[in-house]
């Protein structure tokens, strides 16, 4: 563990139900319950981004930046048909970030498996999305134009980092 600008780095990722204790940096990982910290609530419920990467076929990450919320004990995402959702119908396990726009020291780190893929019939999840980030309905496509779907990440490894 080294310091970066005097401040500590975090502590690596720990599956689901054990916990860590860094000595830079304290509880850093913990059990899925952590999605109701309030940090991570703030994070999934607010407009902030979120980096979600999935793996290609010859096994290499794909990255890309979307809207994410929350589903009870679940994160969502979603997805028009494209490559990353292609990589998830392949290959379930997935990893995001959700950063804090104020301070990047502030961040949800998720390393889990998309449970679920459903139509979003009418753009409901979309538009939900699209309030919390815009502050209204989504208008960069339309149900009858493109598909979209709403995409259920189960959390295996969270990890809430808070060095503000």
Known sequence: MG?????????VLVPTGERSRSP???DTSSA??????????????GPFPCCLTTLG????????VVWCGRDGERVTVNAAHGRWLGNLRRDPRVSLVVVHTDDILRYLAVQGAAVAIEPDEGYAHINALSEIYEGGPYTYSKPEH???????????????????
Do not use: H, K
Request: net charge negative; proline share 6%.
């Open 146 to 164: 493109v598909e979209r779907f709403r995409v259920a990440i189960e959390p295996e490894a969270t990890r809430v980092v808070d060095l503000a």
């Open 24 to 26: 830079c940096c304290g």
């Open 3 to 11: 310091a970066r600008n005097g401040r500590p780095r975090a502590a």
């Open 57 to 64: 076929a010859d096994g290499a990450p794909y990255s890309v």
């Open 32 to 45: 899925v319950s952590d999605l109701d910290s309030d940090l991570a609530r703030e994070l999934l419920e």
